[in-house]
């Protein structure tokens, strides 16, 4: 198991945190715990520990070989033992945290920063730096799809102006080549690691969040400290997962082109349906021709309406027209939901959960930060069986860069979920009379797209593309798998493949596929 150790004022955080590692090491495997019962667990996530609480984990961790990844505030006592000293956040932290919003053709991001050092590559960091925030598409998109670090004492916000000795920083927050804090920190002694994210909530909504999966799985294995078992992100025998979807906002038929040139290619692509499109003929019977071949699609609501109507009652709506609408229209039951502008609010998915949709795709920096997820899957507060994806790439004309390859952000893009074993899911728009998104035409979106593609296979050694329904039936089949410890080991269960699509499980330095009914020792 793994352990949370929190107070209740910091509930919101511990749903947040025990969902996501419920999503890369399933469900059964991580509990909230009492300080009670403490002495009886090896592997424990403490979030904002109190004075209490800190005093009893300085004596636990000393015990045995033992675990420890310590989230936010570090109280006194834990500074001591940590050797951390205690600095000043600069007067100008709040404005430098924060990114103005881009322009076409450009990026924009804060000056503040978390920049991952040397040190991190232990843990698989690459050089990595990454700016608090972040966009492409005015003061909405982060292409590169994490969230937003803030400075306003959130759950989502770097927790304290502390630093630890240079030996145990990983990364550190700093803008204009001054070091603000350490943004984290590994402490290894003889019998136990400790790892330290100066933020609540840790790395959760981010590609960094695969550090804590390697510490959870493999750090120092071979010497006795305690690891647990990880879920792989994307499918067996692949480094590299993809989908691409088309949401259509304003048009429908015109997406043809950009289909044709897909099947060229031999990469599905997919639609988000917004159903008020279907009441001109000519989209109707495009929709029809693309389901008949085949093809994934999902609601993309019934009115577009930004925050799925601002209410519960209203995201019911939203949900139960559209999809009734696209039953009429094709004969198809759409099982998923992408949200209009990609905003997520806890009511909206609630809804969808009601109506019997089995998951949702979004994530935006600019709102709904719980929705940003680093994995797929089961979400804090929901019943199970409903999912979230993430999402946040999206391929417009107004995002391609005028300086240098105009593809750079994307690439990058690419890169981290090929470094990290990430799904990469990313999207555009069929044009309408009104708007190109940024696009000069259809010929020219279509060779960025091509170029995408390529640089995908290339660096990728065997990528998988999936349509959006299989890549979302993959999550929601890998967050029914179960791992437990057992006497003997950690047991696997669950159906432990979707088609011809198998799982992977990490643990102690070896990636291997999941076998149902195997104990790992």
Wanted: net charge negative; hydrophobic share 40%.
């Amino acid at each position: 198991m793994i352990s949370i150790l929190a107070s209740d004022p910091f509930r919101s955080a511990v749903e947040r945190v025990q969902a996501a590692l419920r999503r890369s090491v399933s469900y059964p495997m991580v509990e909230s715990i009492s300080l009670a019962k403490l002495d009886d667990v090896d592997f424990v996530v403490a979030i904002n520990p109190d004075a209490l609480q800190s005093h009893a984990l300085c004596r636990w961790i000393k015990t045995s070989h033992k675990k420890l990844i310590l989230l936010g505030r570090v109280s006194k006592e834990l500074q001591i033992a940590l050797n951390l000293s205690v600095g000043e956040w600069p007067a100008s932290y709040e404005s430098l945290a924060h990114s103005p919003q881009a322009v076409k053709g450009h990026t924009a991001e804060s000056a503040a920063k978390v920049r991952y050092l040397p040190t991190a590559q232990a843990l698989g960091a690459q050089n990595w730096s990454r700016p608090l925030e972040r966009y492409d598409f005015a003061a909405e998109w982060n292409n590169l799809g994490y969230g937003a670090v803030r400075m306003d004492d959130s759950e989502w916000a770097a927790a304290s102006p502390l630093h630890a000795p240079t030996a145990n920083e990983i990364a550190v927050i700093e803008a204009n080549s001054e070091t603000w804090a350490t943004y984290s920190a590994l402490f290894d002694e003889p019998t136990y690691s400790t790892l330290w994210i100066n933020r609540p909530v840790g790395t959760i909504d981010s590609f960094e969040w695969r550090l804590v999966e390697n510490f959870i799985s493999q750090w120092r294995h071979d010497e006795g400290i305690p690891c647990r078992p990880v879920l792989g992100d994307i499918p067996d025998g692949h480094d590299a997962a993809i989908t691409m979807r088309l949401d259509c906002d304003e048009d429908i038929s015109s997406a043809r082109p950009l289909w044709e040139a897909y099947n060229e290619m031999q990469v599905p692509l997919s639609l988000a349906i917004h159903t008020m499109n279907l009441l001109t003929d000519q989209h109707a019977s495009f929709l029809k021709e693309f389901t008949s071949a085949k093809q994934a699609i999902l609601s993309h609501t019934a009115t577009h309406a930004p925050r799925w109507g601002e209410n519960y009652e209203n995201a019911l709506g939203e949900g139960s027209v559209s999809r009734d609408a696209i039953r009429k229209a094709c004969g198809e039951d759409v099982r998923y939901a992408v949200s209009p502008f990609h905003q997520s609010p806890p009511y909206a998915l609630a809804a969808l959960c009601d109506l019997g949709y089995k998951g949702c795709v979004g994530g935006i920096i600019c709102n709904d930060p719980e929705f940003i997820l680093a994995r797929g899957g089961e979400l804090a507060g929901l019943p199970r069986g409903f999912i979230g994806h993430s999402q946040q790439c999206m391929l417009h004309g107004d995002c391609l860069l005028t300086d240098g390859d105009p593809l750079r952000v994307y690439k990058e893009a690419v890169d981290l979920a090929v470094c990290t074993r990430s799904f990469f899911g990313f999207l555009d728009h069929p044009f309408s009379p009104r708007y190109q998104y940024g696009w000069q035409d259809e010929h020219t979106r279509i060779q960025q797209h091509r170029k995408l593609i390529e640089y995908i296979r290339k660096a990728a050694v065997n990528p998988i593309f999936l349509d959006e329904n299989t890549a979302l039936d993959f999550q929601a089949r890998k967050s029914a798998l179960s791992i437990i410890k057992t006497q003997r080991g950690f047991e696997l269960s669950g159906d432990d493949q979707l088609g011809a699509l198998r799982f992977t499980i990490e643990y102690r330095g070896t990636l291997s596929r999941f076998e149902s009914g195997a104990i790992l020792v």
